[in-house]
DNA sequence: GTGAAAGCGCTAACAT
DNA sequence: ATGTTAGCGCTTTCAC
């Protein structure tokens, strides 16, 4: 049961092999009789071309590869939307990688990514390990690192300054005059790190005492674990003015705990969020939150990409900062 | 600035081409010494193996392709995380396409995981275009159809009953005494259309009048489209007293739209979910739902994919129920 | 345990 | 507009 190659068509069809490729690739080029005899013997044979073998011969994979920590977060699913609506019209494949959070796992990924030759390289975050980021600088393709700041980008580097974005939040509440604010996280991953950097500078700008509870659970199913951690909270400490949860799902699970055990939102805690997911803004009561744009990341990562692949020359190094919005809601008593 | 081939590393090491390939697959083939030049000389061009060309050479892909509809719902998201646990621990490759919920896109998909010479085919659904399954059959690989009971699998079909888990939700509020009971949906994919034809078998059955409301609505964010939907019903239709929602994040949305009104939850109106969504459980009054087995479909499709590609024959059509269970909490009173 | 030769299935470059 | 030739970078097969 050998498969059908490109020979058999050009047999089948009478002509020659570099033939059946052309009406296959650029079909224009071929003469509408030729192409018509072609397009049958394709079809009579169910011929499927072998990918592999194209991208040897042409040394182009027109595939480009991307990096998430994870699939179960719908701030990497809107992202991912983005990149591919851009680039799959272009006409590339996108592989994209789980690197489960882990800078070993990322590095396999990237070789994993560069052994199939792909065109340039999206990675969400900014850290690597150093022969991570030593294979990347050989590989001599365009490289976008997105979603935080680096200061010290490969090449391209798109996202926000999660600290600030953590500080920004911190200080919505301080403004609010509550002193006893917590911090709540389940895992911190980097950025989550970041926006606790952020709100121990905003609580020490202010003069207040830290108060954070972070934990190290399983990353998925947020909001679950949110009410487990705000029940945590709540049995074992002085009972917070405030809570700054590290992402919405979180807040949401918070805002039910409290529900549950019968403390008003906002009367007796608020409770701020972050992403903005869409839920934020209809929950009852509506949730603040800090916006962040990850679908603009997404979609300006994939066009410098493409722009960089046409100049075919590595891009500059080039740091683009896309901001937040703070986003005051009812649970903050706005 | 010629990429670095594997002829590079063995003329560097001293050895011929065919070494350096075994040091890289079966180093345990090659002798301690030569293995070690192989190796330094790896490392010191930074030599990254061609994929495209190990594929076409030795005509194995190590590569699965997966076809899912979207990324945005955790339902494929523990799915996959199944699949990417078996397979990558076994060695292969996971390609994951999306289909966006169309079957054009999925055929087209089909296309392009068959011209990547991918060694099986995992598809969420059942239900493909004629020329796909056309593709599928004449491409003898093993191909698994999941989450949905097919009457007629290509090859195998591990997936649960969709209308009888319609079904036993809405008895479920039937059972309790409740009459108008409301279908809440947002777009209907093959799926939900299965949940809705259960619907109206059990409304049938009980001699009960059906009242669903189904609309076209973008399908991400599912928790503000069930405050949404749930609006919308509250102000265009008399008040149900149950309400059965094609998922769990409607349901929620449903739930905090009630509460916004005033509107007590089991009290004034009961409400059911689907997929026992880890917020479930958890939830404020906790969420009714049938629990669906996505990770275990994932897994067991694996391990099936996995034994057929062992025993390098198409499997035999099997079609495998892995059930549902009706989880019944505070939602609906229990 | 190691190597030489041949070829996987395409496409680029150069004819015609 | 179509064909010829050569080769992409690996692995298979067979020899030593």
Redesign the interface.
């Known amino acids: 049961?050998r498969r059908v190659t490109l020979d058999d068509v050009a047999s089948l069809a009478g002509v020659s092999p570099i033939t059946v490729s052309r009406v296959l690739r650029k079909p224009d080029s071929v003469s509408e009789p030729l192409r018509q005899r072609v397009n049958s013997a394709v079809k009579e044979l169910?011929y499927?071309?072998?990918?592999?073998?194209s991208?040897?011969a042409s040394a182009r994979?027109h595939a480009i590869g991307v990096i998430v920590p994870t699939?179960?977060n719908?701030i990497f699913?809107?992202y991912?939307?983005a990149l591919?609506e851009i680039l799959v019209d272009a006409g590339f494949?996108v592989?994209?990688v789980?690197s489960r959070y882990s800078e070993i796992e990322e590095e396999n990924a990237i070789?994993?990514l560069?052994?199939?030759?792909v065109e340039a390289v999206i990675i969400a975050g900014i850290h690597h390990t150093t022969h991570a980021r030593?294979?990347l600088t050989?590989?001599?393709l365009p490289v976008v690192e997105t979603l935080e700041l680096s200061q010290d980008p490969i090449d391209i580097n798109i996202g926000m300054s999660q600290e600030s974005a953590g500080r920004a939040a911190t200080q919505h509440l301080i403004q609010r005059g509550f002193k006893r604010i917590a911090f709540l996280s389940g895992n911190l991953d980097h950025r989550s790190q970041s926006r606790l950097d952020g709100y121990y500078l905003a609580m020490r700008e202010a003069g207040l005492e830290d108060f954070e509870l972070v934990t190290q659970r399983p990353r998925?199913?947020s909001?679950?674990l949110g009410?487990?951690l705000c029940a945590e909270m709540l049995n074992c400490m002085k009972m917070p003015e405030a809570i700054f949860c590290t992402d919405d799902n979180l807040a949401?699970?918070a805002m039910?705990?409290c529900?549950?055990r019968g403390i008003g939102i906002p009367y007796n805690i608020s409770i701020i969020g972050f992403h903005d997911?869409?839920?934020a803004?209809?929950?009852?009561p509506s949730l603040s939150s800090i916006a962040s744009r990850r679908y603009e990341t997404g979609k300006l990562a994939a066009e410098k990409v493409l722009a960089a692949i046409h100049a075919s020359t590595r891009p500059a190094v080039e740091r683009i900062d896309l901001g937040f919005e703070v986003k005051a809601r009812e649970s903050t008593g706005d």
Chains 1, 2 share one sequence.
């Not at 803004?281 to 009852?284: D, G, N």
């Open positions: 049961m169910g499927v071309p072998n990918i592999a073998a991208r040897l994979s699939l179960y719908v699913a809107e991912l939307l591919h494949q592989i994209v789980n070789k994993a560069l052994g199939q030759r030593q294979l050989r590989a001599h998925h199913s909001i679950a009410s487990a949401l699970g039910q705990e529900r549950k997911l869409e839920f803004a209809c929950a009852s």
